[in-house]
């Protein structure tokens, strides 16, 4: 067995899920209602924000299949909030924006390679010991 596949299960899976799915409906939100141009490159924008939710969800991971699942959902939901922004007559859907999401999406999946892991996790076991007193 790898080390990656030892690695103990998250116990407050249900919070980290739920912080994950806050950060889903902020974006929807965001990307659904009408926004000023503040000057923000909005490639940038986008790469950053599937990063940080494929980082996120990836970090929760159990193993490598998971991941991938994780992944292809972010960028469904990413053509879907596309196609959603075509529809409201005040933003527009663009293919640059899907390839911006799915980019951030396979640049954050990497977390799930990176230490962070084994910090949520040690996170997580504090978290819960801090309960359990």
Known sequence: MRAHDSMQQLQLIWLWSAIGAGM???VAIVSLIPLPDIGVNDKVSHLLTYFLLA???GLLADNRILLCWIVVGLIAYGMII???QGQTGYRYAEWGD???NSLGCFAGATLYFTPLRRLLRYVD???VSSLRR
């Open 98 to 100: 899907v390839i911006a």
């Open 55 to 57: 980082g996120w969800f």
């Open 24 to 26: 889903l409906v902020t």
């Open 82 to 84: 596309e196609w959603l």
């Open 125 to 127: 076991a504090m978290l």
